[in-house]
């Protein structure tokens, strides 16, 4: 299947003389004190591998089939090759694609890496002659991953799938169902929750010494340039009946899927998916309410451009609210028409506010300047002054101010570095210490393998539930946008 998705930004290549061990240590950063304070004390929390895990690993040689060969299955792989701690440890025994241009293209390249990527169409055929498969990789449009991922449950595979888990809350309701009917391992692809850096920020910064005190708001964005539909090499056309056959009505639909209902969910879901996930994740919570609003502002043939079926512009506010707590609020823009300022999230609390992304130059912590002193959370190596990294503050307000200067008087400002009296001091700048060698994916693929390899759904790290919550957050808004009104959420809108 094709999956015409840009991957994030990431890291390159892992740089040599990385320890060719499965330890994430080998994932984080070693300057100086970071080495042992973080490993020793906040280290508890960036823990992957399970005891279970670990000890039923025994060399296994994992047999893994990828379904979906497009950008995305392209970034998995490229992201599982790049991580030299995985080398040996994983056999692509197969690959199965409709198209035969993604098809061919990955059986080629994960060939000259010495995997046999033995080639399919159909993913039953591959169930049914790869007898000896552990796990399967699902890449796949959308509308697509709940299909696969329970006929790959029900043949005894583990399986990975890329979020969304569905275009659609019901289908992904059946990929829960089938997960509890077969106790197979199920993960699904937000893979931030593999993240070094996001699970330090979580589980040492957030919820371990709260280092930010209350968190009060949080903000994601994923802004993008204009695009222009998908088109395809001459000649390499599907047949009219085998895009029959998979449920596609033209070529054109199959290549740019994500625009269309029937088949994807739209830049909130394939861009939102991911940093609507952290809200949740971060928070601990589930969100109480949800105001969206949006358009299909810019895809017209009336602009020149293709008609789509999916709001090119979203902007979301969630409510968290918990009994005798104060409100929380996360706000969510996605955008198709511009790319200023890219992708990062925010999560800001009374005393400080922490700026981060799969873009590892974003990764900062800024200090509320009448918070309490943060000496102490760097002496445990949970925050870092790092003089070559702090001036790169990524948003413009986060400047250091330069007044008073030749454009105002200093007679009215004197040495006080504000513009007006309500205006806050300014904030005292640091950096997350944790760093990521290897691409995003990795990590998060690296804890999928070592479920699978101990058969054991409780390793895995963005459980079928957990994801499914993160569905319902994420589509609902798109209700709220087409109904223009507020949705609340229950308890149970998020069981399924």
Same mark, same amino acid.
């Given at each position: 299947?094709?999956?015409?998705? *840009? ?38 929390? @960036?823990?992957? *591998?399970?005891?279970?895990? /670990? ?23 490229? !992201? ?10 994983? &056999?692509?025994?197969?690959? $199965?694609?409709? #198209? ?32 000896? @498969? ?26 990975? $799938?890329?979020?969304?888990? !569905? ?18 391992? %199920? ?17 040492? $910064? ?8 209350? %968190? ?20 390499? &056309? ?20 994500? #625009? ?28 109480? !309410? ?45 955008? *198709? ?49 790092? +003089? ?15 007044? +008073?200067?030749?454009?105002?008087? !200093? ?7 504000? /513009? ?41 790290? $963005? ?6 919550? *993160? ?11 087409? /109904? ?13």
């Amino acid at each position: 299947m094709d999956e015409n998705k *840009t991957t994030s930004p990431n890291s390159g290549e892992p740089p040599s003389g990385r320890p060719a061990s499965g330890s994430f240590g080998s994932y984080l950063d070693r300057r100086g004190f970071l080495r042992t304070s973080v490993a020793a004390g906040a280290g508890a929390g @960036l823990s992957l *591998t399970s005891k279970s895990a /670990t000890a039923q690993e025994a060399n296994k040689v994992l047999k893994v089939a990828l379904v979906g060969c497009g950008a995305q299955g392209k970034a998995l792989m490229d !992201s599982a090759r790049t991580d030299t701690t995985m080398d040996g440890t994983y &056999e692509m025994t197969a690959v $199965c694609d409709v #198209w035969g241009s993604n098809r061919t293209r990955m059986e080629r390249t994960l060939k000259a890496y010495k995997h046999p990527a033995r080639p399919y169409v159909d993913i039953t055929e591959m169930l049914e002659k790869e007898k000896d @498969l552990d796990a399967v990789m699902i890449a796949s449009p959308d509308w697509m991953h709940a299909p696969h991922t329970i006929e790959a449950l029900e043949a005894g595979k583990a399986v990975y $799938c890329e979020k969304m888990m !569905s275009n659609t809350i019901e289908a992904a309701r059946t990929m829960v169902k089938a997960q509890e009917r077969t106790g197979g391992v %199920l993960q699904i692809g937000h893979q931030r929750r593999s993240n070094p850096r996001y699970l330090h920020l979580r589980n040492n $910064c957030v919820l371990g010494d709260q280092i930010f005190g209350r %968190l009060t708001h949080a903000y994601a964005q994923w802004n993008r340039a204009v695009s222009k539909p998908y088109s395809w090499p001459d000649g390499s &056309e599907i047949d009219d009946a085998t895009l029959t056959k998979y449920g596609y009505d033209s070529m054109e639909e199959f290549r740019n899927w994500r #625009w269309y209902k029937k088949y994807g969910g739209g830049p909130i879901s394939d861009l939102g998916a991911h940093q609507i996930d952290l809200f949740n994740w971060i928070f601990d919570a589930r969100p109480t !309410s949800v105001m969206a609003s949006g358009g299909i502002d810019y895809y017209t043939k009336e602009n020149g451009l293709f008609d789509i079926e999916h709001e090119d512009n979203v902007m979301a506010i969630y409510e968290y609210e918990k009994p005798g707590e104060m409100t929380r609020r996360a706000y969510y823009q996605v955008l *198709t028409t511009t790319s200023s300022q890219g992708f990062y999230e925010k999560f800001m609390g009374e005393y400080g506010t922490a700026s981060i992304s799969e873009n590892p130059s974003i990764n900062q912590a800024y200090r509320e300047g009448a918070a309490p002193s943060w000496d102490a959370y760097a002496a445990k190596g949970l925050i870092v002054k790092d +003089p070559a990294t702090v001036v790169n503050h990524h948003k413009f307000w986060q400047q250091p101010k330069t007044w +008073p200067g030749p454009h105002l008087p !200093s007679k009215w400002l004197g040495t006080k570095q504000i /513009t007006d009296v309500r205006e806050s001091k300014g904030l005292d700048p640091w950096e997350l210490p944790i760093t990521l060698d290897v691409r995003p994916h990795a990590p998060h693929i690296k804890v999928f393998f070592e479920a699978a390899r101990a058969n054991d759904p409780a390793v895995v790290n $963005c459980t079928v539930q957990d994801a499914f919550a *993160t569905c319902v957050t994420v589509l609902t808004a798109i209700n709220s946008v087409r /109904t223009g009104e507020k949705v609340k959420f229950k308890p149970d809108d998020f069981l399924a």
